[in-house]
């Protein structure tokens, strides 16, 4: 039971890892602000629970110690990371940050809510 555990947190550690590297990855070399916040909130969340996961099972196993401050703050990561994710994409969006040149499809662009934001504004 201990040597599956033990491979259970180097899966965990080396998947958070990867996740990690690839949201680096996409912040630098994604085009605009909507596509490197998509990177950043989702392979960074995804990345940071896995290590803490990790991290959780690794004490738990070798120790016998449940630490409920690692389990809090997986549970934080997982709630507002992608939230504010969200809206800093609105934030952008509302602010008038242009979409890529080769994006395909503009979602708010016609939305109704949208509209009268910009009839309040002229």
């Keep these: 039971m201990n040597e599956i555990a033990n491979i259970a947190i180097i899966v965990l550690i080396i998947i958070g890892a990867f996740l ?7 912040v630098i070399r994604l085009p605009d602000i909507y596509t490197r916040n998509h990177a950043a909130s989702k392979s960074a969340t995804l990345g940071v629970m896995s290590i803490l996961l990790g991290t959780l099972l690794f004490f738990y196993v070798k120790d016998g110690f449940f630490n409920s401050r690692v389990l809090l703050g997986i ?5 507002t990371s992608p939230v504010a994710g969200h ?6 969006y509302n602010s008038g ?9 503009d979602d708010l662009k016609n939305a109704p809510h949208m509209k009268k934001s910009a009839s309040k504004d002229q």
Excluded: E, H, P, T
Excluded at 20 to 26: D, K, Q
């Design 87 to 92: 809206l800093i994409a609105r934030a952008a």
């Design 75 to 79: 549970v934080f990561i997982f709630m």
């Design 20 to 26: 990690s590297l690839v949201a680096a990855y996409g």
């Design 97 to 105: 940050v242009k979409l890529w040149d080769k994006s395909v499809q």
